[in-house]
């Protein structure tokens, strides 16, 4: 099985993937997520867009 990595240190997602039954390790992510958000936003990035840049940047 593949290993799953929760870029996350939420506590709310963790217990998620714990009650679900799935194994998983946690790794902080190595960005300010806020930072990068508010400079998407303010760039006129959507929602969706900001989520895939987040996700791409926590998996480098």
Do not use: H, N, Q
Not at 25 to 47: M, N, Q, W
């Amino acid at each position: 099985m593949t290993p799953i990595i929760l870029a996350s240190t939420s506590e709310t997602r963790a217990a998620i993937l714990r009650a679900a039954g799935v194994a998983f390790t946690t790794v902080a992510p190595g960005i300010d997520e806020r930072a990068v958000k508010s400079d998407l936003l303010r760039r006129g990035y959507g929602a969706a867009e900001v989520a895939d840049c987040l996700a791409e940047m926590k998996a480098l």
